[in-house]
């Protein structure tokens, strides 16, 4: 017996789909099996009027470009505390492999800039960053919007018989 888990895993970032790490789990990838983009997706969701529909990620990703550490700061107070707490907490890494003997080397922070994220310039991209990774024009842009596959944790059709598939190919 197992548990099944849907990963929200498009065609853009199919590398990132992996086998569960528990036993008792298994993970399914219904828009790869589907062979849906991200503009797939939005394209459909936007046919049920469902507008704005941003990229999953994990609040804390230190792959986040400065327009996403923006947003959470401006349209979320409360995340923008956690993650700021959070990003003090790991600098001296984690307690668990500092505890077993894994020492981090040097200080970790969410932020590109090494800075604090409460410190850090999200307001725009700085020229130090730009020649700090000596940033070409697609680089700039993954400083402001961020990774472009981001970050995730992870990585029942029924009677196809008896079902209607509408102009996108889902069961109706």
Not at 7 to 29: L, P
Not at 111 to 133: G, K, M, Q
Request: charge should be negative; include cysteine.
């Amino acid at each position: 017996m197992f548990v099944e888990q849907w990963v929200g895993i498009s065609t853009d970032e199919f590398h990132r789909a992996k086998d569960a790490d528990v036993k008792y789990m298994r993970n399914r990838n219904p828009l790869l099996d589907l062979g849906w983009s991200r503009a797939d997706c939005i394209r459909y969701l936007t046919s049920l009027g469902l507008t704005e529909t941003p990229k999953s990620s994990c609040l804390g990703c230190p792959f986040h470009g400065n327009a996403q550490w923006r947003h959470i700061r401006d349209s979320s107070p409360s995340e923008w505390a956690d993650v700021v707490e959070f990003d003090a907490a790991i600098r001296q890494g984690n307690a668990r492999a500092n505890a077993s003997g894994n020492r981090l080397l040097g200080e970790a922070f969410l932020h590109r800039s090494r800075v604090p994220l409460s410190e850090a310039p999200i307001d725009h991209v700085t020229a130090a960053e730009r020649a700090a990774l000596q940033a070409g024009a697609g680089e700039a842009d993954e400083l402001e919007n961020g990774v472009v596959d981001g970050c995730s944790p992870w990585a029942c059709r029924g009677d196809a018989d008896a079902l209607a598939q509408d102009d996108f190919g889902l069961a109706t």
